[in-house]
């Protein structure tokens, strides 16, 4: 409580208006090589070799003005940082000189390509478009590490973005420099004789923990990239052209087991392409012909007990590249979003594996080739296109495990008002070619579609935004009867007044809703409130992901931002949520509000925690009993604490924990986890994390069984106990050859007691709402375990062309009644099973202009 009365005590002083900086004229950037005005004396280009010594930087204007906005805004800087602008016909030049009375206190961390470990950097950000929403980013370290990301909607980052460009940084007795040499090829713009182009220069002093920019970059305002400096001056730019080709080769030897298990290795080898054309001079269209992601980190371990599918984050580079664009988002929950368009659906695990697949069945279905086409034309509106296609996947007898299914994804977005206000529209397609082994069990066809749309006002400070989506989904009876059933929808369940189960229909069509309100900027104050509208019929899950539909509710988010350190907090930010929601019939199935803060101390280490209850007022779910009866949901309260080391030193420990509990005493669950950042000089750094878990579940659904015609819907009391423990160790070499490893073994164990069907779901007595079940025995248990590691050697042998060497294994140790539930016998049986082991080196080569 202390932490939110400092907050509150001092949230007047950070009301008051920050003294406006002085107003100075933006340098105009240099032109040079052989095209300037005056051929004479025309300037050679820079090279590119971080001593900032060449003619161009003397010829050049210096930019001066940078001012602190972490964790001060508009704070005075406490080195100085200059840099200088140029240009010719193919290439952007940038040098920053950043002043450092003590260089040898820099933090400088040597990582891998698009590494991003806390470092002293600098980051150039250019609005190409100078739409005031769009931008590129270009980051450069001390060590020599480089990463690009693009930024859409005016503040939403993507360091996934990937870009062809050189950089160079030198530390010297003055400090450091960076030098950058930015193709105008890996930019995109509409050529108009005298460009005007947004620019940000964004300097970070790790050890001080302080971040300046110019122009001054303001978090109390909003958005990011209409903060940015509109620099005039790109004078006679030529239409930028962009032909990029990266064939690549795979040889892969490992696991390959027989139909019946036995285990056996086999080697293949597997050719492809990437290919990146500038159709014009803002539209680009990226191409991948029989794509391979054997580089990409395996996901965590996970044991979902839950009646929803888990989501797992996206990984390949051809789709996280650009993700923004393609973006419709209808729920948000601690960063992770969910809508529209997911795209592990293009390549997934092949749905009827477990019906005729056996264990030589493949694991994924293959993508034959995917296109993306994106871009921004001139009167501000981004289009966005992807299609993607993937093969049929054989099981056992030549039976279908996964049809060709071919995947298509539309988005267009219109600013207006100078991308203050803006207009939206989303459309999708999923088609398969179902068989005899498939058609009565996935849908043939899927549609979904949405418009939406934002307006800023206020001194766009305020925004409202709403969208409206609908979906269509078509197969045979059987397959919109088993739609129709699943967890998304559920509309057998028998206290379902409102929905009618018709196993004779061919289509299911649904549709959503949702507004809100925000506060964007101003003052330390942040608003959000919005609800949304869903019918149970609305279906996104061919292309899409959500976990249910027949769901209607509101939510509102209240923030504390200070723009100034509070008390002992460098930095701090506290929040106040609460949220309500019911399905369509207007039965309540959750409630509940948190209050939670973070803070960073004067020392660097950093704290959050929180404390927040569930289901106060009357809640069910319609959910857990799988087709059932809704039941009563218990009311519970929860905890968290989180406490995190200086980032800067060379160990970082963090430790946490989180506890939960049933208001009636009958469940409960807490978390402890704990582990450290290491780091080893420049080169090499890496972390050990370990966490446990313990979980008391009185009312875990443990099947749904029918006994001599009667159906029994049944719950046990659950002892679950769940460990994990993962390790990185990062080794860099130099900025393009690394040597990068991942570890994570995962255990879960839990034993049901106390097996029972519901009687009366829906009272709040445990003693009504079941009753006791014998008919099959005493409930049993479980004990899974599994083991993930990556190991790749990365080599960057000349720029956009790598070279992979890559090790992944993979044990499970499942079972389904074991002996004993112990979790360090899980690893025991972990280390026991024999590895599926697999080697794969990738070759690809880049070919572009």
């Given at each position: 409580m202390r932490f939110i009365a400092t907050l509150l005590q001092i949230a007047a002083a950070n009301t008051s208006p920050a003294t406006p900086p002085v107003e100075r004229a933006i340098p105009a950037p240099i032109m040079v090589g052989a095209t300037a005005l005056d051929p004479d004396r025309a300037i050679k280009a820079p090279r590119i070799d971080g001593r900032g010594d060449d003619e161009t930087w003397r010829a050049a204007t210096p930019i001066t003005g940078f001012r602190q906005w972490e964790p001060v805004e508009d704070g005075d800087p406490s080195f100085r940082t200059e840099a200088r602008i140029a240009y010719d016909t193919r290439n952007l030049y940038v040098l920053v000189r950043n002043y450092d009375p003590n260089p040898d206190s820099l933090l400088s961390v040597l990582?891998?390509?698009?590494?991003?470990?806390?470092?002293?950097?600098?980051?150039?950000?250019?609005?190409?478009?100078?739409?005031?929403?769009?931008?590129?980013?270009?980051?450069?370290?001390?060590?020599?590490?480089?990463?690009?990301?693009?930024?859409?909607?005016?503040?939403?980052?993507?360091?996934?973005?990937?870009?062809?460009?050189?950089?160079?940084?030198?530390?010297?007795s003055l400090g450091w420099t960076a030098e950058?040499?930015?193709?105008?090829?890996?930019?995109?713009?509409?050529?108009?004789?005298?460009?005007?182009?947004?620019?940000?220069?964004?300097?970070?002093?790790?050890?001080?923990?302080?971040?300046?920019?110019?122009?001054?970059?303001?978090?109390?305002?909003?958005?990011?990239?209409?903060?940015?400096?509109?620099?005039?001056?790109?004078a006679n730019l030529p239409a930028p052209r962009r032909m990029e080709l990266m064939p690549y080769s795979v040889a892969k030897y490992g696991a390959s087991p027989k139909g019946d298990g036995t285990p056996r290795n086999a080697a293949a080898t597997q050719f492809g392409a990437d290919l990146k054309v500038g159709l014009t001079s803002n539209?680009?269209?990226?191409?991948?012909?029989?794509?391979?992601?054997?580089?990409?980190?395996?996901?965590?371990?996970?044991?979902?007990?839950?009646?929803?599918?888990?989501?797992?984050?996206?990984?390949?580079?051809?789709?996280?590249?650009?993700?923004?664009?393609?973006?419709?988002?209808?729920?948000c929950n601690d960063g992770q979003c969910t809508g529209l368009f997911y795209s592990r659906r293009i390549g997934?695990?092949?749905?009827?594996?477990?019906?005729?697949g056996d264990a030589a069945s493949p694991l994924q279905s293959r993508i034959l080739g995917a296109t993306k086409v994106t871009g921004r034309l001139g009167n501000g509106l981004s289009v966005g296109f992807i299609d993607a296609i993937t093969q049929r996947e054989q099981g056992t007898l030549d039976r279908t495990i996964e049809p060709q299914t071919n995947?298509?994804?539309?988005?267009?977005?219109?600013?207006?008002?100078?991308?203050?206000?803006?207009?939206?529209?989303?459309?999708?397609?999923?088609?398969?070619?179902?068989?005899?082994?498939?058609?009565?069990?996935?849908?043939?066809?899927?549609?979904?579609?949405?418009?939406?749309?934002?307006?800023?006002?206020y001194?766009?400070?305020?925004?409202?935004?709403?969208?409206?989506?609908?979906?269509?989904?078509?197969?045979?009876?059987?397959?919109?009867?088993?739609?129709?059933?699943?967890?998304?929808?559920?509309?057998?369940?028998?206290?379902?007044?409102?929905?009618?189960?018709?196993?004779?229909?061919?289509?299911?069509?649904?549709?959503?809703?949702?507004?809100?309100?925000?506060?964007?900027?101003?003052?330390?104050?942040?608003?959000?409130?919005?609800?949304?509208?869903?019918?149970?019929?609305?279906?996104?899950?061919?292309?899409?992901?959500?976990?249910?539909?027949?769901?209607?509710?509101?939510?509102?988010?209240?923030?504390?931002?200070?723009?100034?350190?509070?008390?002992?907090?460098?930095?701090?930010?506290?929040?106040?949520?609460?949220?309500?929601?019911?399905?369509?019939?207007?039965?309540?199935?959750?409630?509940?509000?948190?209050?939670?803060?973070?803070?960073?101390?004067?020392?660097?280490?950093?704290?959050?925690?929180?404390?927040?209850?569930?289901?106060?007022?009357?809640?069910?779910?319609?959910?857990?009993?799988?087709?059932?009866?809704?039941?009563?949901?218990?009311?519970?309260?929860?905890t968290w604490f989180n406490l995190n080391g200086d980032g800067r030193k060379n160990v970082a420990p963090n430790i946490g924990g989180n506890y939960g509990q049933r208001l009636d005493g009958l469940g409960s669950n807490w978390n402890?986890?704990?582990?450290?950042?290491?780091?080893?000089?420049?080169?090499?750094?890496?972390?050990?994390?370990?966490?446990?878990?313990?979980?008391?579940?009185?009312?875990?659904?443990?099947?749904?069984?029918?006994?001599?015609?009667?159906?029994?819907?049944?719950?046990?009391?659950?002892?679950?106990?769940?460990?994990?423990?993962?390790?990185r160790l990062n080794y860099t070499l130099t900025p393009t050859l690394s040597v990068e490893s991942y570890i994570q073994p995962f255990v879960s164990t839990g034993v049901y007691t106390d097996w029972r069907a519901l009687a009366e779901g829906s009272s709040s007595d445990r003693d009504e709402r079941f009753r006791p079940y014998t008919a099959r025995g005493a409930a049993s248990g479980f004990r899974v375990g599994q083991l993930r590691t990556n190991n790749v050697v990365r080599w960057e042998y000349r720029p956009g062309s790598v070279l992979f060497f890559v090790w992944t294994q993979g044990r499970d140790a499942s079972d389904a009644n074991p002996d004993t539930y112990g979790v360090s016998q899980g690893y025991g049986r972990i280390f026991e099973r024999r590895p599926d082991n697999v080697f794969l080196i990738k070759a690809s080569y880049w070919l572009g202009r």
């Open positions: 990582q891998r390509r698009d590494g991003m470990a806390l470092s002293d950097d600098i980051i150039v950000g250019i609005d190409s478009y100078n739409d005031k929403r769009t931008g590129y980013m270009f980051r450069l370290t001390p060590a020599g590490t480089m990463s690009d990301g693009y930024v859409f909607n005016d503040g939403n980052e993507d360091w996934g973005w990937n870009a062809v460009w050189e950089g160079a940084a030198q530390i010297d950058f040499r930015i193709p105008l090829s890996q930019l995109r713009y509409v050529p108009q004789g005298d460009n005007t182009f947004g620019v940000l220069l964004m300097r970070r002093i790790a050890r001080k923990g302080e971040r300046l920019s110019w122009p001054l970059f303001r978090r109390s305002k909003t958005g990011m990239v209409s903060q940015w400096a509109s620099m005039p001056g790109f539209i680009t269209l990226d191409a991948a012909v029989n794509p391979d992601f054997g580089q990409v980190e395996a996901d965590p371990g996970v044991l979902n007990l839950s009646a929803f599918e888990q989501f797992f984050a996206e990984r390949r580079p051809f789709f996280l590249e650009g993700v923004g664009i393609f973006r419709y988002d209808i729920d997934r695990s092949p749905q009827m594996r477990g019906n005729y995947y298509a994804v539309l988005r267009l977005q219109q600013d207006l008002r100078g991308g203050n206000s803006g207009l939206g529209f989303m459309l999708t397609n999923t088609a398969r070619q179902t068989d005899q082994w498939t058609r009565d069990v996935l849908r043939g066809n899927a549609w979904t579609g949405g418009l939406d749309g934002r307006h800023r006002f001194n766009n400070r305020w925004q409202v935004s709403g969208q409206l989506a609908g979906s269509h989904v078509t197969g045979t009876a059987k397959a919109i009867a088993l739609t129709q059933r699943s967890n998304v929808h559920l509309y057998q369940r028998p206290d379902a007044d409102h929905l009618t189960y018709d196993s004779t229909r061919t289509s299911l069509n649904g549709m959503m809703a949702s507004g809100a309100l925000e506060k964007q900027g101003g003052g330390i104050t942040r608003l959000y409130a919005g609800a949304w509208y869903m019918t149970p019929g609305f279906e996104i899950n061919d292309v899409g992901f959500r976990t249910r539909s027949d769901e209607m509710g509101s939510s509102v988010w209240l923030g504390l931002r200070p723009v100034k350190p509070v008390g002992f907090f460098r930095r701090a930010q506290l929040n106040f949520n609460s949220w309500a929601f019911a399905n369509t019939s207007g039965m309540v199935l959750g409630n509940g509000g948190n209050v939670n803060g973070w803070g960073e101390l004067k020392n660097f280490w950093s704290v959050n925690g929180g404390i927040g209850a569930n289901d106060l007022f009357t809640a069910y779910s319609d959910r857990d009993s799988r087709g059932g009866p809704a039941i009563y949901r218990p009311k519970r309260f929860n402890i986890h704990a582990g450290a950042n290491v780091r080893v000089g420049t080169q090499f750094n890496g972390s050990l994390n370990a966490g446990y878990t313990r979980n008391i579940d009185d009312q875990q659904w443990n099947g749904n069984y029918t006994d001599n015609g009667v159906t029994s819907f049944t719950f046990a009391r659950l002892y679950q106990s769940t460990s994990s423990i993962t390790a």
